[in-house]
């Protein structure tokens, strides 16, 4: 059976911010964006905001950054990859790193120049 997670914001989407089946998280996309719908200029607070982002999705779908099992992130531009690593290695210095893989891609909408999405286990209790 396939559990599908709203929007914690409760904001109406055409997709499920994650969908949840046999103890395992599949997150959607996370952007860096705020509440507000701003998104800040610099790559690394970018990168902290996607992933803030990507905690309350996991969270609301019964996991976490803890329980991560595989990141995909999408740069637009690779030439930033130090800056972003940097950034993405302090959000997540208290969990176990996952396995990652990051790949540059094209037209990204507005300010946005980072997408990441997840794979995570459930909690455990969950």
């Not at 396939?2 to 994650?18: C, F, I, K, N, Q």
């Not at 395992?24 to 790559?43: E, K, L, R, Y």
Request: charged fraction near 20%; include cysteine; proline fraction near 8%.
């Amino acid at each position: 059976m396939v559990t599908l997670v709203p929007h914690p914001d409760g904001r109406p989407r055409p997709y499920s911010a994650a969908a949840v089946h046999n103890g395992t998280v599949w997150a959607c996309g996370q952007i860096p964006v705020t509440a507000g719908g701003d998104t800040p200029h610099d790559i690394g607070d970018q990168v902290r905001l996607a992933l803030d982002n990507l905690e309350t999705v996991l969270t609301a779908a019964g996991g976490g950054l803890g329980t991560l099992l595989k990141v995909t992130v999408y740069l637009a531009d690779l030439a930033e990859f130090d800056h972003y690593n940097a950034a993405y290695l302090e959000r997540l210095a208290d969990v176990p790193l996952p396995p990652r893989t990051t790949v540059q891609v094209a037209d990204f909408r507005g300010a946005k120049r980072v997408e990441i999405d997840a794979v995570a286990a459930l909690a455990p209790g969950r």
